[in-house]
């Protein structure tokens, strides 16, 4: 096995915390959260720890500029452009659709970190993005620049790694909480974070945890072809000493609502539930969708009854700043 080296950005391990008082609301499910959305402040969620590996490999191949896409409130742009101010690197966020006038949640951290933004419409840049990435690549290095393009949400194979090590960590502090069998559960959008978490969970041979992807974006045909394909590129270009097959991949359908970022009543819900009796604060594009099938499985006795059920909590707190009336009443 081959393991790529890795930077320190984020603050680990994070907590493993019981959640007691919406266990005790949900007839007494063992309802536990790996709270990844403590991974730090500025560059907290999920996806500082896939830019644990994505920077390290950037900066020893003397890039000095990330390259990466997402939408205005994306949290990979944020943690990206955070770590790029971090580190002294110049950031290039594609943006789509085009960003508001009035930078607000995450978009107002990308500015005020100093990224330089270009925006476009969601149709240009998924019909266009292999010229449009080439082209700003090209720029860049005619400004003397060196570029590393990353993928939305870091989801390429190197990313993965921040999952498989997350698997690591989570694996000793389940053992210390003395489960050695549960149901895990998390959103998947760019898929990184589901391909690392199914790679570590079989690095560590732990047969007994079910991993559960819950699409918040296209539907469960688009992710079982691409979290399979991470899965597999992963384990050709590191190494892998597992025996992956696609029917390791788990998914629950039916939580994406009318598309990536639109969202629903259930949903907002879920968000001020869990906020009310626990002081956590899920989001409404990722965690607040995946946590409903934690609800839904938990209220017919399918999760939390026969052995506990782990939420992957993946950050995401400040896009919920850009939708105000949204979390407060109606969608
Ligand atoms: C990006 C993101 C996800 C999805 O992770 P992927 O690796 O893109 O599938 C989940 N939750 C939050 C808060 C995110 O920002």
């Not at 559960?212 to 079982?224: E, G, I, M, T």
């Not at 992963?234 to 892998?240: G, K, N, Q, T």
């Not at 989001?283 to 999760?303: E, H, I, Q």
Request: proline fraction near 5%.
């Amino acid at each position: 096995m081959l393991e790529p080296q890795r930077i320190r950005l984020a603050s680990l391990p994070t907590p493993l915390v019981k959640l007691e008082r919406l266990s005790r609301e949900l007839g007494g499910a063992e309802l536990w959260m790996k709270r990844d959305d403590l991974t730090g402040l500025e560059v907290s969620g999920n996806k500082v720890r896939k830019l644990e590996y994505v920077v390290a490999d950037a900066l020893a191949s003397d890039c000095d500029t990330l390259v990466t896409e997402g939408t205005a409130q994306s949290n990979h742009c944020r943690a990206t452009a955070a770590v790029c101010a971090r580190l002294g690197l110049g950031c290039r966020l594609l943006l789509r659709p085009e960003a508001p006038d009035r930078p607000q949640g995450n978009h107002l951290l990308d500015v005020l970190f100093g990224a330089e933004t270009r925006s476009f419409s969601r149709a240009d840049l998924t019909a266009n993005r292999q010229r449009i990435v080439a082209e700003t690549l090209a720029e860049l290095k005619a400004a003397g620049r060196v570029p590393r393009w990353t993928p939305a949400g870091s989801s390429e194979p190197l990313g993965c790694w921040g999952y498989i090590h997350g698997m690591n960590e989570l694996a000793g502090q389940l053992d210390g909480a003395g489960i050695d069998e549960c149901d895990i559960v998390l959103a998947v959008s760019s898929g990184g974070t589901h391909a690392g978490t199914v790679l570590g969970a079989l690095l560590n041979r732990r047969d007994r945890w079910r991993v559960w992807a819950v699409p918040v974006s296209d539907d469960v045909a688009y992710h079982k072809a691409n979290v399979g394909q991470l899965c597999r590129d992963a384990i050709a270009r590191y190494d892998l000493p597992v025996e992956y097959r696609d029917n390791s991949l788990h998914l629950i359908d039916g939580y994406v609502g009318e598309g990536y970022s639109i969202p629903y009543a259930t949903a907002l819900e879920a968000l001020r539930l869990v906020a009310r009796t626990e002081a956590i604060v899920l989001d409404p594009v990722y965690t607040a969708k995946a946590f409903c099938a934690v609800l839904d499985g938990v209220r017919s006795k399918r999760f939390g009854f026969e052995r506990p059920v782990v939420f992957l909590h993946t950050g995401g707190i400040f896009s919920d700043f850009a939708w105000p009336e949204v979390l407060l009443g109606g969608v």
